[in-house]
């Protein structure tokens, strides 16, 4: 395990179009893209998350760090555990302690209850949920860090988004059939959808909803949710807010007041 001081946290995060992973460094074909250093991310990203492999846009990756506040922590023989909470959910971390075969206290991050941290690690599937293997873990003492960790992360999905369509071009350049089957993929009962292909149907309507609208300051969540029955309501709100957390979708003269981010 790399210790408390062998982690450089001034990595800068984010994906580029150069990073590249393949069995050797000689070997071009079938290379995948990987991001390799760290990734900021929120939390509910995470949990959200359906493949065994945490991915952005299909873009595998390494390293994420994370910025919340620390809920609570146990000690145990051979690791701690955490639990961290951000504005969009809770994670499970794990820092694994060294054996040295002594009674000396294991060296532990300099970290306490209630207070705000930040986490470098990998994303590993336990139990049925995402668990952070900690590489090293601070606290943070400035909120500039807080408010620059979701700068940060809009603009690592921003850039995976990016580097994901690139990819797609590509192959649809060397094989022009594959326009064709994304397309009929993309269609449903009401014609041709522009909404991304990682949303699930709720969130696809609402997403069309806030396309058609031409106001300034686009729709509020009230007009929003008068389009679903009573019962789906609640869902078509928790769209909109994971549209908002992912940067589909962003607030414009208040909170409650809504645009798509681009035409996509």
Not at 52 to 60: H, S, Y
């Amino acid at each position: 395990m790399w210790s408390s001081t062998g982690f450089n946290d001034s990595v800068a995060g984010g994906f580029n179009n150069t990073t590249t992973n393949s069995d050797s460094p000689s070997k071009k074909t079938g290379a995948v893209k990987r991001h390799q250093s760290v990734v900021p991310v929120v939390i509910r990203m995470l949990n959200d998350c359906t493949d065994d492999e945490f991915k952005m846009f299909g873009l595998p990756v390494q390293m994420v760090s994370v910025v919340g506040i620390l809920i609570n922590y146990e000690v145990q023989s051979t690791n701690a555990s955490y639990t961290i909470e951000d504005h969009t959910g809770t994670l499970k971390a794990m820092w694994w302690l060294d054996s040295d075969g002594d009674d000396s206290a294991p060296q532990l991050p300099s970290v306490k209850e209630g207070s705000y941290v930040k986490a470098f690690g990998t994303i590993k599937s336990q139990e049925g949920r995402r668990t952070l293997m900690i590489l090293k873990m601070l606290p943070v003492d400035d909120c500039n860090v807080i408010t620059l960790h979701l700068l940060e992360v809009i603009k690592s999905r921003l850039q995976a988004e990016d580097l994901s369509n690139a990819s797609a071009f590509q192959i649809q350049k060397n094989n022009p059939g594959a326009y064709l089957a994304n397309t009929m993929v993309m269609m449903d009962e009401n014609g041709a959808s522009n909404a991304p292909l990682n949303m699930t149907e709720i969130q696809k309507q609402v997403f069309r909803l806030l396309q058609a609208d031409n106001t300034a300051a686009g729709p509020d969540r009230d007009s929003i949710l008068t389009k679903f029955p009573d019962n789906r309501k609640r869902e078509a709100s928790d769209a909109l807010d994971f549209m908002v957390n992912e940067g589909h979708v962003y607030t414009t003269i208040d909170n409650e007041h809504f645009k798509i981010t681009e035409a996509i």
